[in-house]
């Protein structure tokens, strides 16, 4: 399966596709229905680790914790 992951700086989304099936997104606002904390932290860090633009932490230190 071909899948990409992208941070959105604009929405502060991160996105996730895979081709031929779905594309959606994961989002650390508590508001949002794309709202999943731990999922958000692990993706970030995984673009953080290759080099791809990715969310920066917040100041309470939370975003890129593993």
Known sequence: MDVGIWFNSN???IH???KDHFISTVS???ASR???PNLY???A???RDADC???NPSPEGE???E
């Open 34 to 36: 794309r709202y999943h």
């Open 63 to 65: 975003g890129l914790k």
């Open 53 to 55: 633009p990715h969310p």
């Open 28 to 30: 650390a606002d508590p």
């Open 16 to 18: 996730l596709a895979a």
């Open 11 to 13: 929405t502060g989304h």
């Open 41 to 43: 932290r692990k993706l």
């Open 45 to 47: 860090a995984a673009l």
